[in-house]
T-cell receptor, first 110, second 116 residues
Framework: LAKTTQPISMDSYEGQEVNITCSHN???????ITWYQQFPSQGPRFIIQ???TKVTNEVASLFIPADRKSSTLSLPRVSLSDTAVYYC???????????FGRGTSLIVHP | EAGVTQSPTHLIKTRGQQATLRCSPI?????VYWYQQALGLGLQFLLW???????NRGNFPPRFSGRQFPNYSSELNVNALELEDSALYLC???????????????FGDGTRLSIL
């Protein structure tokens, strides 16, 4: 069962780049890593997914080292509206048990 | 394209009662997942249904159960409600590929269950 660890909280300022790292030491070979954003009283929203190396879309980048034991979500030039909780998700090995991290509360200051 | 819809938005029950929560997946999605999110905590996996079958369940007692219908919608039933069952219950759906393991999940906005 893949266990994930993330920082509980982070602070940043508008216009800065934010990097949030998730540790997942016992990730299974077939598991992808997915990141979600959650605002209060809403369900999580898909941000990005990757397997290895680097993935980039219009809102974020995801960096995964060769050993895949961690991943880093990179948000370029954050704004106040990026204040939210960010979760990483990995699969659960032989039988799929989605395991979310406890989430990282990102606060973006003016 | 309509997203994942959940009903009701809010549900208030008393201890010992039974609750039924409903979820309609995105059209074309055959996998449905249920999660519990207690206040201030992360998402705890409850159940995964795919193609009408329960594929896996998390570490929750048997009074948490559910089913998936032929149209891929799903119900979560919670029997003998306890105070600690108060939480936001989230449903997500995905395409079914490799057992749905690596398909991005798309979430509804949840049902807030309050136990008095």
């Amino acid at each position: 069962l893949a266990k994930t660890t993330q920082p509980i909280s982070m602070d940043s300022y508008e216009g800065q780049e934010v990097n949030i790292t998730c540790s997942h030491n016992n990730i299974a070979t077939n598991d992808y890593i997915t990141w979600y954003q959650q605002f209060p009283s809403q369900g999580p929203r898909f941000i990005i997914q990757g397997y290895k190396t680097k993935v980039t879309n219009e809102v974020a980048s995801l960096f995964i080292p060769a050993d895949r034991k961690s991943s880093t979500l990179s948000l370029p030039r954050v704004s106040l509206s990026d204040t939210a909780v960010y979760y990483c998700l990995v699969g659960g090995g032989g039988s799929y048990i989605p395991t979310f991290g406890r989430g990282t509360s990102l606060i973006v200051h003016p | 394209e309509a997203g994942v819809t959940q009903s009701p938005t809010h549900l208030i029950k008393t201890r010992g009662q039974q609750a039924t929560l409903r979820c309609s997946p995105i059209s074309g999605h055959t996998s449905v997942y249920w999660y519990q999110q207690a206040l201030g905590l992360g998402l705890q996996f409850l159940l995964w249904y795919d193609e009408g079958e329960e594929r896996n369940r998390g570490n929750f007692p048997p009074r948490f159960s559910g089913r998936q219908f032929p149209n891929y919608s799903s119900e979560l039933n919670v029997n003998a409600l306890e105070l600690e069952d108060s939480a936001l219950y989230l449903c997500a759906s995905s395409l079914s590929g490799q057992g749905g393991r690596n398909q991005p999940q798309h979430f509804g906005d949840g049902t807030r269950l309050s136990i008095l």
